[in-house]
C-alpha cells in the first residue's frame, strides 16, 4: 500500500471553503494511487468556537482551578470536532471516511497532561481502514495513556500526530498543509518578499523551529529524522511543490547549489527577550553559580548567554523578567538590563564549512547601523540579540547579504 499521511492546520479546516480545497487533495492523491490517511487541528485560531484556547476557557471561566486531567479532556475535543466534521466534508462528496480520537488512531502516550509525549503506536485501526480504500480522518494532538486516560500533546502536537502516524503506516510522505507555501527563508510575517525553501534538512528546520520560526514543531521533524520519514511542508490554495524536509545526505545530491552547498538557508527570529547584563567588581565564582542555580530551580530559561570572570550576560522571556529581577536583588547583585531585545537567527549546515560567515552576519548589520548586543552560535546557528525596534531591518539585511531570494542558492 503506497500511503500519504495529510495534516491540516487549524487554518485550513476552519471554512467549508477551505474544507473543499482538502476534498480536491486528498481526491487527487487517491487518482494518483495513494491510500491516504489525515490529520486534523482544531478549527479556527484562538477565539474562534471550537478553537482549543476557546474550549479551555469554558472550563476555566467556571472554576480557574480545573485540574490538568480535565483541561486535557475538553482540550482534546477541539480537533474531535474537526475530524468528524472533515470526515463529513469527505463522505458528502462521495469519499468514505471514518473520523478517530487519537486514542482510536492507536496513539499511546505517556500520561503527562498537557504536554504527553506518544510512546507507542498501534495503527491496526487505521490500517483496516485504509485497505478498504476508506480514508481515516485522526483528531491531531491526543492520544490515551495505559490508563486510559486522554492526553494533549502541546504546542505544534498534531504535526507530532502527522509523523508519528506517517512512521507507524510506513507512509511513503507525510504532507503538513499550513497558511504558508511552505518552510520559507524568514517569517512572511515580518519579511514579506521571504521565498520558500525547496529542500531543507532535519537539522535546519529544528534549529528554525528552536530559534522561533513556528512553521512546523521541532518534535515533528525530531520524530521524522529518527525514522527517516519525508516531509513535505505546503499550502492548500496553491499549487507550488512546498518545501521537502530531509537527511543532508540526500540533500547534498541535489544540484540546487552552484557551490555544492549555500552557507545560509533561513533566518528565524525571537521577539520579546530580556538581556541581563551583571559587573561583578572582582570574579566571584561562588555568587555566579549560586545566581544561575537560582534561576534554574525558578524552572526560567536563559537564552543567550556569555560569561567572562567579571561580565556576566544572559537573556530570559519578558514574562520572566521580574522573577529574575527579584532573585538578583535577593542575592544583593546589582545589574542593569534591557527590556526590549529580539534575536535574529541565520541557520544553514552549510555554514559549518564555509569561512567568514559570522564576517558578514556583523558587516551586514553594522552597515545598517544595527547595534548587536550579544551573540551565540551553535555549529549550524549564528545567533544576534539587538533592539526589538531593529528586527524588521536586521531581517532584510541579512536576507539580502546571504542572497536568500535567489532560487539556486
Ligand atoms: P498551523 O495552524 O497550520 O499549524 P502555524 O501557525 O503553526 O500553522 O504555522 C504557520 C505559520 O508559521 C505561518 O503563518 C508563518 O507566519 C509562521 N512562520 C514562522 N517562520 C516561518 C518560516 N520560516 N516559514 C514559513 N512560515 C513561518
Ligand atoms: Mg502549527
Redesign the pocket.
Known amino acids: 500500500m503506497k500511503i500519504v499521511v495529510q495534516k491540516?492546520?487549524?487554518?485550513?479546516v476552519s471554512t467549508a471553503e477551505k474544507r473543499a480545497l482538502v476534498v480536491q487533495r486528498v481526491s487527487k492523491a487517491l487518482q494518483d494511487g495513494y491510500r491516504v490517511a489525515l490529520v486534523v487541528?482544531a478549527m479556527g485560531?484562538q477565539g474562534e468556537p471550537y478553537a482549543t484556547d476557546t474550549l479551555r476557557l469554558l472550563a476555566l471561566q467556571e472554576w480557574d482551578g480545573v485540574s490538568l486531567r480535565e483541561l486535557d479532556l475538553i482540550m482534546s475535543c477541539g480537533e474531535i470536532i474537526s475530524a468528524v466534521v472533515m470526515a463529513a466534508t469527505l463522505g458528502g462528496e462521495g469519499i468514505n471516511a471514518f473520523a478517530l480520537s487519537g486514542a482510536q488512531a492507536g496513539l499511546l502516550t505517556d500520561g503527562c497532561y498537557g504536554e504527553a509525549e506518544v510512546v507507542d503506536c498501534r495503527p491496526d485501526k487505521m490500517l483496516k481502514i485504509l485497505e478498504q480504500n476508506a480514508v481515516p480522518v485522526v483528531a491531531g494532538f491526543q492520544g490515551v495513556d495505559g490508563d486510559g486516560e486522554l492526553n494533549t500533546m502541546g504546542r505544534?502536537g498534531?504535526?507530532t500526530t502527522a509523523v508519528i502516524l506517517g512512521a507507524a503506516l510506513q507512509a511513503e510522505k507525510v504532507e503538513?498543509?499550513?497558511?504558508?507555501s511552505?518552510?520559507?527563508?524568514?517569517?512572511?510575517?515580518i519579511f514579506k518578499e521571504?521565498r520558500v525553501i525547496q529542500q531543507i534538512t532535519y537539522g535546519e528546520v529544528c534549529q528554525?523551529a528552536y530559534e522561533?520560526?513556528?512553521?512546523?514543531h521541532p518534535r515533528a521533524v525530531e520524530v521524522a529524522m529518527r525514522n527517516n520519514v519525508n516531509v513535505v511542508v505546503k499550502n492548500p490554495e496553491d499549487d507550488g511543490p512546498g518545501t521537502l524536509i530531509t537527511g543532508e545526505h540526500i540533500l547534498r545530491e541535489g544540484n540546487f547549489s552552484t557551490r555544492g552547498r549555500r552557507a545560509v538557508t533561513?533566518?528565524?527570529h525571537t521577539t520579546g527577550l530580556v538581556q541581563f547584563i551583571i559587573e561583578f567588581v572582582e570574579p566571584d565564582s561562588k555568587r555566579e553559580l549560586e545566581i544561575f542555580q537560582r534561576i534554574g530551580e525558578a524552572e526560567i530559561n536563559i537564552d543567550l548567554i556569555s560569561v567572562f570572570p567579571r561580565i556576566k550576560a544572559f537573556t530570559v522571556k519578558r514574562e520572566h523578567r521580574f522573577k529574575v529581577e527579584e532573585i538578583l536583588k535577593n542575592l544583593d547583585v546589582s545589574y542593569r538590563l534591557d527590556p526590549d531585545c529580539a534575536k535574529v537567527s541565520v541557520v544553514g549546515v552549510g555554514m559549518h564549512g564555509i569561512p567568514g560567515v559570522m564576517a558578514r552576519v556583523v558587516e551586514a548589520l553594522h552597515a545598517q547601523g544595527i547595534k548587536i548586543k550579544q551573540s551565540g552560535d551553535s555549529n549550524i546557528t549564528i545567533s544576534l540579540l539587538i533592539g526589538q525596534e531593529d528586527l524588521p531591518q536586521a531581517v532584510k539585511t541579512l536576507h539580502d547579504s546571504f542572497q536568500l531570494n535567489n532560487n539556486d542558492k
Open positions: 491540516y492546520g487549524g487554518t485550513s487541528s485560531r505544534g498534531s504535526d503538513i498543509y499550513t497558511d504558508v511552505g518552510i520559507m527563508t524568514a517569517d512572511p510575517r521571504a528554525l522561533g520560526a513556528r512553521v512546523i533561513g533566518i528565524a
